[in-house]
């Protein structure tokens, strides 16, 4: 059984999502509305990650996959237990079509924490490749980060998307 998971963060990114999940397909950029995204869901590594709370006068762009049931297990596995897993409707921009999918929203929150700059620049990106309204991306790009002092991990990170 297929399902429909609405990234906003940095599975946004293909090279992202396709080297955790080789055979995901991209559906299309989706909309959210009546949340906003944020950056304060507190890792294990101690920064801050990508979630959305609920806003009436908000909305979240983001990339629908279609993923299997073990797709979606590994998916659930990577992503832990500081997330819940929730079920959103989100509107398709290319037809506008409504579809149901399912999402992780935080659970453990903290104002203060700042995602890590390679973080940051996974969203970037997976937004820029979404061709998301510039206005959105734009925001995403100056969101406040810190530099990881991990260089290791730091380079695993962004080598991802040196790949073709």
Not at 106 to 116: Q, S
Request: proline letters at 3%; one cysteine or more; charged letters at 25%.
């Amino acid at each position: 059984m297929t399902q429909y998971y609405f990234s906003f963060g940095s599975n946004m990114s293909a090279h992202r999502l396709k080297a955790r999940l080789p055979d995901a397909k991209r559906i299309g950029v989706a909309r959210l509305h009546g949340y906003e995204l944020a950056f304060d869901m507190l890792s294990l590594d101690g920064s801050g990650k990508c979630t959305i709370h609920p806003h009436d006068e908000r909305l979240v762009y983001g990339v629908v996959w279609q993923l299997n049931v073990e797709e979606q297990e590994q998916l659930h596995r990577i992503e832990g237990p500081r997330y819940d897993v929730a079920h959103v409707d989100v509107v398709l921009s290319e037809n506008e079509q409504l579809l149901s999918a399912f999402c992780y929203v935080a659970n453990t929150v903290d104002k203060v924490a700042l995602p890590f700059d390679w973080y940051v620049q996974h969203v970037h990106l997976g937004a820029q490749e979404a061709n998301l309204p510039k206005t959105y991306i734009e925001s995403i790009k100056n969101q406040a980060s810190v530099e990881d002092l991990n260089r290791e991990r730091r380079q695993h990170e962004m080598q991802i998307h040196l790949k073709e």
